[in-house]
């Protein structure tokens, strides 16, 4: 099949090389010129494990490319897939559509022969009767079908997600889109992946539900933690206690300080205004979304507190930036607030974070961030764990307290046993334990 992904970013570049290692010949096409430039030179934009290597194989065997010349990349395709970014809208929180009506628009233009448009971007219910509107505006003549076939990528193990997912959704009810679209996923036919056939709108909102019930999932073990605080009992014991039911099942059932990234936050945002625009509450989505903003903050309060409510003039060692392992993307990350809220009350901050440093200097100012965790630590009052990176899971503890000043451990994601830490002679603070 010849595939073509509009937008290079996270979604179209992980989508491309997969679809391009599956024997496919793929396109990737990006507005941005050093984007593509840099694609060329084997130059990866973000971080995500093994997809360096992807990439590189795949364009030595002459089935991935790069184009800024979007015309030529549609003419002929079997399916173009419009991966362009979805960000929450300034002012309103509405999913900033423009992106992909302008590629549309684009596409609508270099039309050749039945061609199936994908949207891959997350958008909101009604979008693909949108794109069909203007694509049939700008090109009545057009032989085409619009599909939704929504993403469900976790940044950090993305590439083994594609290549073995849960289920691959596809909404329309035009048989041959549907045959097109079977064609384009069969190679993962021998991994058994049920192809999930639907209505479009059906698709649509599929994936909008599917993130706000796992940002529920988060947002509840969360409230179960502060509560495990209170009553004297350890979260961790209770997550396995409730996970163990199949029903409800063990995974996002990890407290911490928050969901963050580029998917939960826009994407709940994204279905309470849909919700209010279509007059269906969604109070249960407005109660997480409500929770996890204020859970942030607190994270920086609770570190406050375990280094003696007053952190005016004293170091914070923070290790982890990133929202989660295993990438780069500080979009919405915890760290921020933690970082900011100590910031505010006057606390010096060193951070260290194993690959999202530069983007983290984007976003967070007077930070001094360092090479490792250990430089972190040096003259610092206290040590904050805020993302479970690898590397931070097996710390040379009597070394940690000899760098420290003082010898506070506060470990937001429950990665150390108390035992162990106390041992150390660490005044050791989690949560929900």
């Not at 290079?8 to 430039?37: M, N, P, Q, W």
């Not at 509107?133 to 950090?156: K, Y």
């Amino acid at each position: 099949m010849k595939i073509t992904m509009i937008g290079s970013g996270y979604v179209g570049l992980v989508s491309g090389a997969c679809f391009a290692d599956f024997g496919h010949e793929v396109i990737c096409v990006d507005k941005d010129e050093r984007k593509i430039t840099a694609l060329k030179n084997g130059q990866i934009p973000i971080f995500e494990p093994g997809l360096d290597h992807l990439v590189s194989s795949n364009v030595a065997a002459d089935r991935l490319s790069f184009t800024t010349d979007l015309k030529n990349a549609v003419a002929g395709a079997d399916a173009v897939f419009i991966a362009v970014g979805t960000p929450s809208r300034r002012g309103d929180g509405h999913a900033d559509l423009s992106y992909v009506y302008a590629a549309s628009a684009e596409i609508a233009e270099a039309l050749t022969g039945f061609t199936v448009i994908v949207d891959k971007s997350t958008v909101p219910v009604g979008t693909g009767d949108e794109v069909e509107r203007i694509i049939r505006e700008a090109n009545p003549d057009a032989d085409f079908a619009v599909v939704s076939n929504p993403e469900f990528l976790r940044e950090g193990a993305a590439i083994d997600d594609f290549k073995r997912p849960d289920r691959i959704v596809i909404g329309s009810d035009d048989e041959r889109a549907l045959e097109v679209m079977r064609q384009v996923y069969r190679p993962l036919y021998l991994n058994k992946s049920p192809i999930v056939a639907m209505s479009r709108r059906g698709a649509e909102l599929t994936k909008y539900a599917a993130n706000a019930f796992l940002a529920v999932k988060i947002t509840f073990i969360n409230e179960i933690a502060d509560l495990c605080e209170k009553v004297g009992a350890d979260v961790q014991e209770v997550a396995r206690g409730i996970g163990l039911d199949n029903r409800i099942g063990s995974k996002f059932l990890h407290a911490g300080p928050g969901y963050g990234g580029s998917c939960f936050p826009k994407d709940t945002l994204a279905l309470l205004k849909t919700s209010q625009d279509y007059d269906a509450p969604q109070r249960i989505v407005e109660a997480v979304v409500a929770v996890n903003d204020n859970r942030k903050r607190a994270m920086g309060r609770k570190v406050i507190t375990a280094m003696g409510g007053d952190v005016r003039g004293k170091t914070v060692a923070v290790l982890g930036l990133t929202f989660k392992p295993n990438t780069d993307d500080m979009r919405d990350s915890p760290a921020i607030a933690v970082i900011q809220t100590l910031q505010d009350a006057g606390a010096t901050v060193r951070a260290y974070d194993p690959e999202g440093t530069e983007q983290a200097k984007l976003v967070l100012s007077d930070v001094h961030y360092c090479t490792n965790a250990y430089e972190a630590m040096e003259g610092s009052d206290g040590l904050v764990i805020v993302t479970e990176w690898d590397a931070f899971r097996a710390l040379d503890l009597e070394r940690a307290r000899s760098l420290l000043s003082a010898p506070i451990l506060v470990d937001l994601r429950n990665i150390y046993p108390r035992d162990l830490v106390e041992q150390a002679g660490f005044h050791y603070t989690a949560v929900g334990r």
